[in-house]
């Protein structure tokens, strides 16, 4: 397909969430901070919700309902996100920390 | 490959379908930068950064999508919400850099790289492979339309999002308060 018409094909998005996906895989593995796995949870949504967005544009016969998908993830990122960060500030208290290798409570 | 609806053959660049794909263009390569430096940099404050160019991105990206409104929403609850909300937990958490955030070993580096590599290649295979059955539309996705799917056919769906919302907050305020009296 020809490089300047590419945003007019389904699977360029596709594979773009995908690379989304990955990019957010590769941080929550190796990050060694609370905070940075969030951060790489947040792209992993980011991915998905074009995924929603792309199929819904391409392939669903109504429109709205993707996007109302991807209003609803957006909603959940934010509790997500609210809830984690309060934990991590929890956490921070409370070890003086927020590496994960020094979390080692629950260690066997 | 499920094809454009319109036009097939690549534009000259500087017409206005040309430099729309340039546009999308230099989209895609700006969020992927983004991307890279929110999942690998050393600096947490950085990360945030990078995190905020590529939600940025993400949502010109739902502008090509025929959807201005998610865009806003994006811009509104991503970079103007969460992102914030990220750095305002870097500063009240993590003051010290002494320890770099990178991978903890030298192994996790290139297995976390394998483990992403892997997933992506797939789930591009999968993308590139399938042939996507298209259905004629029934409407138009416009706002209006959304609203009134929100409180009609969705409307439980929205009920419980706001608890979530409002049980969300109560729990975070709970959680980081604790301890104080």
Known sequence: MPLLVIHQYLTTYLVFGAMLFGFGIYGLVTRRTLIGMLIAAELMLAGVSINFMAFNRFLAPDPSVGQIFTLFIMAIAAAEAAIGLSIVIAVYRHFKTVDTEDLINLKG | ?181
């Open chain 2, 1 to 181: 490959m499920n094809g454009p609806d319109v036009i097939v053959q690549s534009p000259a660049l500087f017409t206005a379908d040309g430099l729309v794909g340039l546009i999308f263009l230099i989209m895609i390569a700006v969020t992927l930068a983004g991307a890279y430096i929110a999942a690998t940099s050393e600096r947490l404050v950085r990360a945030v950064a990078g995190l905020v160019v590529c939600f940025v991105g993400v949502a010109g990206m739902y502008y090509f999508l025929n959807s201005p409104f998610m865009a806003m929403m994006q811009v509104l609850i991503y970079v103007g919400a969460v992102c914030i909300t990220i750095s305002f937990a870097i500063m009240l958490a993590a003051p010290e850099q002494k320890k770099k955030s990178g991978p903890s070993n030298l192994l996790s580096g290139p297995l976390g790289f394998m483990v992403a590599a892997l997933v992506f290649g797939g789930m591009a295979t999968l993308a590139l492979r399938t042939e996507w059955q298209s259905f004629p539309k029934t409407s138009m996705g416009s706002v209006r339309e959304i609203g009134i799917q929100l409180l009609t056919s969705y409307s439980m769906v929205f009920e419980l999002i706001s608890i979530i919302l409002l049980i969300a907050i109560i729990g975070a305020i709970v959680i980081a308060r604790g301890g104080r009296s």
